[in-house]
């Protein structure tokens, strides 16, 4: 069963970094595009970044654009969010997802992602 695992949430406070991972069990994701998501309470889930299957493509949502970066590690098998500055309107659940991809072209809703994360938590304290 293929399953994404985010893993770096927690508890931060107002201008602190946390740094997010994504690794998949049951499958290498190295041509997948991947993306972050996130999800406050009572509110819809929100996209946060995207980035193409070998990480020469990204792109933020206008919110986060200049604090927090996406990236592939060096198997591309691994996402990470640097998330910097942040802020309480950052607190949600943060997900991971994945789309099979042949170019490096970026997917930036959620209907076009197959794979999904069980999601992980950050709350940021003012």
């Known amino acids: 069963q293929v399953q994404l695992v985010e893993s770096g949430g927690g508890l931060v406070q107002a201008g602190g970094s946390l740094r997010l991972s994504c690794a998949p069990s049951?499958?290498?994701?190295?041509?997948?595009?991947m993306g972050w998501f996130r999800q406050a309470p009572g509110t819809e889930r929100e996209f946060v970044a995207a980035?193409?299957?070998?990480?020469?493509?990204?792109y933020y949502a206008d919110s986060v654009k200049g604090r927090f970066t996406i990236s592939r590690g060096n198997a591309r098998n691994t996402v990470y969010l640097q998330m910097n500055s942040l802020s309480p309107d950052d607190t949600a659940v943060y997900y991971c997802?994945?789309?099979?991809?042949?170019?490096?072209?970026?997917?930036?809703?959620?209907?076009?992602?197959?794979?999904w994360g069980q999601g992980t938590q950050v709350t940021v304290s003012s």
């Open positions: 049951g499958r290498t994701f190295s041509d997948y595009a």
């Open positions: 980035i193409s299957r070998r990480g020469f493509n990204t």
């Open positions: 997802a994945a789309t099979i991809r042949t170019t490096e072209t970026l997917a930036l809703t959620e209907a076009t992602y197959n794979y």
